[in-house]
């Protein structure tokens, strides 16, 4: 299911294959959350913005509309009309996050719905189950997101209790494939490593998790509070221990520039909601930086939004045109800005992946390293 098809110092250039397609990687994922990308984008048109792999989560899926509900549709390629490979998002970050009352015990965690109050409880076969309903194509395990900085000992309790749980995910996870009315029985499960910023964690976690001999490797955790720098050491003290024929996920991350470097330490696979985030708020990603189309500078410029980009918005309209339409809060300025961000990050990948297979992904990473996150 995964090849590494050649390499550039640690950057790998590889393919995976699950039961919706192939895609290549290095890859970015697009997050669609609930089934559908923020910003009014459509699932029929990710493949034209080139999307490969579409992302939703298994946590808000569950308490919004119900996971249970979607699989008597047809699980959620049908429901939201994309046929290409979905990962969905384990649940757990969300529940550490959002639940403002939540219960750890080592069954799972018990929580109150950020939508309606309800008590729900979550653990690895909840959360296997909720992602076997939806049929996404990668099921990412059940586990917990802690806070950086948090004290040693309890991110050490954590990572153990977090491989505890993964075996159960494993386990409960066959079993699901194994039934006759299994949404998608080729589904596969990543494991994620834990440990925040503690080095010796991180690779005791790696190592164990190792073992296990899953489809798939995450690492989580980090992009929440920690210098670029501390990630960056993290996933470098990571990779060597992650196993060689297995695809690498960098969990919510990040910026072009932190994608640049962590393709550049060995990682495959990532995703974030900062291109549709930050689009809606009128921020557009270029290859000389990025542009916040509110500023007045902007308001009279005829200029495409990045004159080097291909997509819809730099084809068809001015940086003039797209500033009025935010503005005005006009629903299709905020289109605007999520259509082009998702096309240029998309395209940033592919521009990769050609370096790669050229043998100069160094080169460019000299060059746009310190470029792409720099404020025009």
Same mark, same amino acid.
């Given at each position: 299911m995964f090849k590494v098809l050649k390499t550039e110092g640690c950057a790998r250039r590889g393919e995976f294959t699950c039961p919706h397609g192939t895609a290549q990687t290095p890859v970015f994922m697009n997050v669609g959350t609930v089934g559908a990308i923020k910003g009014g984008v459509a699932a029929y048109e990710l493949r034209e913005l080139g999307t490969q792999i579409e992302l939703s989560n298994t946590y808000h899926l569950h308490v919004r509309t119900g996971d249970e509900l979607i699989k008597r549709r047809g699980g959620l390629h049908k429901f939201m009309c994309w046929d290409g490979p979905i990962l969905t998002d384990s649940g757990g970050f969300q529940v550490f996050s959002l639940a403002d009352l939540r219960q750890i015990k080592e069954e799972g965690v018990s929580f109150h719905s950020h939508i309606d109050g309800r008590k729900i409880f979550m653990g690895p076969e909840e959360s296997m189950r909720i992602q076997s309903n939806l049929g996404s194509d990668i099921a990412m395990a059940f586990d917990e997101c802690v806070k950086i900085p948090s004290p040693y000992e309890y991110c050490e309790a954590s990572a153990e209790r977090t491989y505890r749980w993964l075996v159960r995910c494993k386990a409960?996870?066959?079993? @699901?494939? !194994? *039934?006759?009315?299994?949404?998608?029985? +080729?589904?596969?499960? $990543?494991?994620?490593?834990?440990?925040?910023?503690?080095?010796?964690?991180?690779?005791?976690?790696?190592?164990?998790?190792?073992? =296990?001999? =899953?489809?798939?490797? !995450?690492?989580?955790?980090?992009?929440?509070?920690?210098?670029?720098?501390?990630?960056?050491?993290?996933?470098? !003290?990571?990779? *060597?221990?992650?196993?060689?024929?297995?695809?690498? @996920?960098?969990?919510?991350? +990040?910026?072009?520039?932190?994608?640049? *470097?962590?393709?550049?330490?060995?990682?495959? $696979?990532? #995703? &974030?909601?900062?291109?549709a985030r930050d689009g809606r708020h009128g921020h557009f990603f270029t290859w000389e930086g990025i542009l916040n =189309?509110?500023?007045?500078?902007?308001?009279?410029?005829?200029?495409?939004?990045?004159?080097?980009?291909? &997509?819809?918005? &730099?084809?068809? @309209?001015?940086?003039?045109?797209?500033?009025?339409?935010?503005?005005? *809060?006009?629903?299709?300025?905020?289109? &605007?800005?999520?259509?082009?961000?998702?096309?240029? @990050?998309?395209?940033?990948?592919?521009?990769?992946? #050609?370096?790669?297979?050229?043998?100069?992904?160094?080169?460019?990473?000299?060059?746009?390293?310190?470029?792409?996150?720099?404020?025009?």
């Open positions: 409960a996870l066959e079993q @699901y494939n !194994a *039934e006759t009315d299994a949404t998608n029985p +080729g589904q596969v499960l $990543f494991g994620i490593n834990q440990g925040a910023t503690y080095v010796d964690l991180r690779i005791r976690h790696m190592r164990q998790i190792a073992e =296990l001999d =899953l489809p798939g490797y !995450a690492i989580g955790g980090l992009a929440v509070g920690e210098t670029h720098q501390e990630m960056y050491d993290t996933i470098a !003290a990571v990779e *060597e221990y992650m196993p060689k024929d297995k695809p690498r @996920y960098l969990m919510g991350v +990040g910026t072009p520039v932190n994608i640049i *470097e962590g393709v550049a330490r060995g990682v495959d $696979f990532f #995703d &974030c909601v900062m291109p =189309l509110n500023n007045a500078k902007y308001a009279e410029d005829d200029r495409p939004v990045d004159p080097a980009c291909g &997509c819809p918005v &730099c084809r068809h @309209y001015s940086r003039a045109y797209v500033r009025h339409l935010l503005k005005a *809060e006009e629903i299709l300025g905020l289109r &605007c800005g999520v259509v082009h961000n998702l096309w240029f @990050y998309n395209h940033l990948m592919e521009r990769i992946r #050609d370096e790669l297979d050229a043998g100069t992904f160094e080169v460019f990473r000299k060059e746009y390293s310190g470029k792409l996150d720099k404020r025009i």
